[in-house]
């Protein structure tokens, strides 16, 4: 048994100690005619170490990756450049088997990367604290939602349409779960427009900047709805693009979250990914999660780095709890830290500018090829491409040209099943874009 690490002799003393003979005693409980017989699955015979890697091998291979096709799949999830320093420095034992940090003397090196995480990502956004990353940007929104009914005790959280479907999905459960009412936002030709139905019973208004359909949205107008219902402003916000438009923190937004897998994670197979969560100091006894913060020693001038303001989590003080979550995506906030470190300022800008250049020329190659942009509004690297055909069927054709094209919104959006939801990142060259408009070309000729 190659990979069972215990022998028949430790397996033995386990049961003994227990009290059973054999492992089948341990599932007295379960009627027998629920229980697989020894030898009756009908599965291949084992194989060692090299013939296992040769048939996974094989099995990958049926997959087509980021790799094997040109990616203009976003909506969330983007297809970022991520420098060889981010995987060699997390890939370090130090950091890849780190947990919590919860002794600071014998962790000092973990607490810094994750200071200087929150410093970048409250700095990014505009805010003044950020927190020691949470799960996702979904759990992030959902939380925020919590913190701003925590804060005004109103029972009611407006969500614009325009916000990412999966994160509304999630906020719905969080908010079932408290007895909390969701109302949504509709857009209008894309956009939030009309905040008539954010009332004085909300406790908080929350947009995308940029909105799930690429487009930027008008925080001015959601601040004076927000102040006007006397509401917190949370603000859903890419981190790429916060690099060329004006953070969320200049239009007085109370909370910003996001996601940020583009900062230097691995797209994978949809994860892991890591939250991003910010807020202005006056609410940052509620923030859910962690905070790394900076202190000094007691004895001599030398800074150190410890986590503060814990209490606010379910396994110190459960009853008192402001958050369920309590742990973090560490690891996924250190990548961001060495992707944000590696690019610095100057880089993160080139990424975001090289993203708009890419898609304003995806945008015209597309439209010539038969599709049309559905929205005229300002937009960052992401667009909506109404088609002439059904979206989710030319999608699974364009895969069989090299092409992985976007998302079909028919499922999330009523009346958009000819529309598909594309992202075009700083990566995609010119020759990239010119095929896929050859091949959409092609594939809405043949339709």
Same mark, same amino acid.
């Given at each position: ?19 059973? &003979? ?8 379960? /009627? ?5 017989? /020894? ?14 890697? @040769?048939?996974?091998?094989?099995? #990958? ?23 060889? %320093?981010?995987?060699?420095?997390? %890939? ?14 014998? @962790? ?10 929150? @410093? ?5 956004? =505009? ?5 020691? $990353? ?15 009914? $925590?804060?005004?005790?109103?029972? &009611? ?37 009309? !905040? ?25 107008? #959601? &601040?004076?709805?927000?102040? $006007? %219902? ?8 890419? /981190? ?25 994670? @691995? ?28 202190? %000094?020693?007691?004895?001599?001038? &030398? ?29 996924? #906030?250190? #990548? ?15 990424? *975001? ?13 597309? *439209? ?33 040209? =090299? ?8 499922? !999330? ?35």
């Amino acid at each position: 048994m190659p990979y069972v690490p215990h022998t028949i002799e430790d397996r033995d003393e386990m049961l003994a100690r227990v009290g059973v &003979k054999s492992i089948d005693d341990l599932f007295h409980d379960v /009627p027998k005619d629920l229980r697989i017989a /020894p030898g009756s699955l009908d599965i291949e015979p084992c194989l060692d170490e090299s013939r296992i890697v @040769s048939t996974l091998s094989k099995l #990958a291979a049926t997959n087509k990756s980021a790799e094997d096709l040109k990616c203009f799949l976003g909506a969330g999830i983007y297809d970022r450049f991520i420098p060889s %320093s981010v995987g060699a420095i997390i %890939s370090r034992g130090e950091f890849l088997t780190a947990y919590t940090p919860y002794q600071p003397e014998a @962790s000092q090196g973990f607490l810094q990367t994750i200071y200087e995480f929150q @410093s970048m990502i409250a700095e990014l956004y =505009g805010m003044e604290v950020a927190n020691a $990353s949470m799960y996702d940007g979904a759990t992030s929104m959902a939380e925020a939602a919590i913190m701003a009914h $925590s804060i005004n005790g109103k029972s &009611k959280v407006a969500v614009s349409e325009g916000v990412n479907p999966h994160y509304r999905q999630v906020l719905e459960t969080y908010c079932w779960a408290l007895g909390l009412e969701v109302v949504t936002i509709p857009c209008t030709n894309g956009l939030t427009q009309d !905040y008539s139905s954010a009332g004085e019973d909300i406790s908080s208004i929350i947009v995308g900047y940029p909105n799930f359909f690429g487009i930027i949205e008008d925080l001015n107008q #959601a &601040k004076k709805a927000a102040e $006007s %219902s006397k509401s917190l402003l949370i603000v859903v916000a890419d /981190p790429v693009s916060c690099a060329v438009l004006p953070p969320p923190g200049e239009f007085g937004a109370d909370v910003v979250v996001g996601e940020g897998q583009s900062l230097g994670v @691995s797209m994978g197979f949809g994860g892991p990914l890591v939250g991003l969560f910010t807020c202005n100091e006056e609410h940052v006894r509620r923030l859910p999660g962690r905070i790394v913060g900076k202190t %000094s020693e007691i004895h001599g001038d &030398k800074s150190g780095f410890a986590m503060t303001l814990r209490t606010r989590e379910q396994d110190i003080r459960r009853e008192k709890a402001t958050s369920n979550i309590c742990t973090n995506e560490a690891l996924m #906030a250190l #990548a961001n830290t060495v992707y944000l470190s590696a690019l610095g300022k100057n880089g993160l800008t080139q990424v *975001a500018t090289s993203s708009v250049q890419n898609s304003r020329y995806a945008m015209k190659v597309l *439209a010539n090829a038969g599709g049309k942009v559905k929205f005229s509004s300002p937009m960052f690297c992401e667009f909506v491409l109404e088609l002439p055909a059904n979206a989710t069927q030319v999608r699974h054709e364009l895969i069989d040209h =090299g092409i992985l094209a976007g998302l079909p919104l028919g499922k !999330y959006y009523s009346g958009m099943d000819n529309c598909l939801l594309v992202a075009v990142t700083e990566k995609k060259t010119k020759q990239d874009i010119d095929d896929f408009g050859v091949a959409l070309a092609a594939v809405l000729g043949a339709n």
